[in-house]
């Protein structure tokens, strides 16, 4: 009797469930009496939409990419310009000799020790000997 009794309320618990799902969900019936174009059109106008989206951001994803490696690549060649520019506007500490060597002084170059030399044939300590 207790079996029956549960047998009983489980039917009438499954009943009150298929209740609920019928009122959520159209019939059967009327679904495959529904026009197929009707149906056909909503679901190629979803599909067409998402593949539209799908493409849409494929494009902006190329475009970004492409956009972040252009970007990159003139940094780098602003980078070596700028390298290369330190590099020409570089002065050693001997480019000033250079400067000198283009000044007109009569082809000689007097350095501050020149006065300790004597060179002159004049002068008393200097008297040429032969060997």
Same mark, same amino acid.
């Given at each position: ?5 549960? /047998? ?12 609920? *799902? ?38 902006? %994803?190329?475009a970004g990419i492409a956009l972040a490696?252009? !970007?990159? !690549? ?5 980078? /070596? ?9 570089? /002065?050693?500490?001997? *480019? ?5 060597? *283009? ?10 020790? *020149? ?6 044939? /004049?002068?008393p300590d200097t008297t040429i000997r032969? %060997?």
């Amino acid at each position: 009797m207790n079996t029956e009794k549960t /047998e009983n309320k489980l039917r009438q618990l499954f009943g009150e469930l298929r209740a609920q *799902d019928s009122q959520r969900v159209p019939s059967f019936k009327a679904v495959t009496r529904a026009s197929p174009s009707a149906i056909s059109t909503a679901w190629m106008l979803s599909s067409w939409s998402r593949f539209a989206a799908g493409i849409a951001t494929v494009v902006l %994803l190329i475009a970004g990419i492409a956009l972040a490696a252009f !970007h990159l !690549h003139t940094l780098s060649a602003e980078r /070596e310009i700028q390298q290369w520019a330190r590099l020409s506007n570089w /002065e050693a500490p001997t *480019d000033t000799l250079l400067g000198i060597s *283009d000044m007109p002084w009569g082809k000689t170059i007097t350095t501050p020790s *020149d006065s300790l030399i004597n060179n002159t044939t /004049e002068s008393p300590d200097t008297t040429i000997r032969k %060997l």
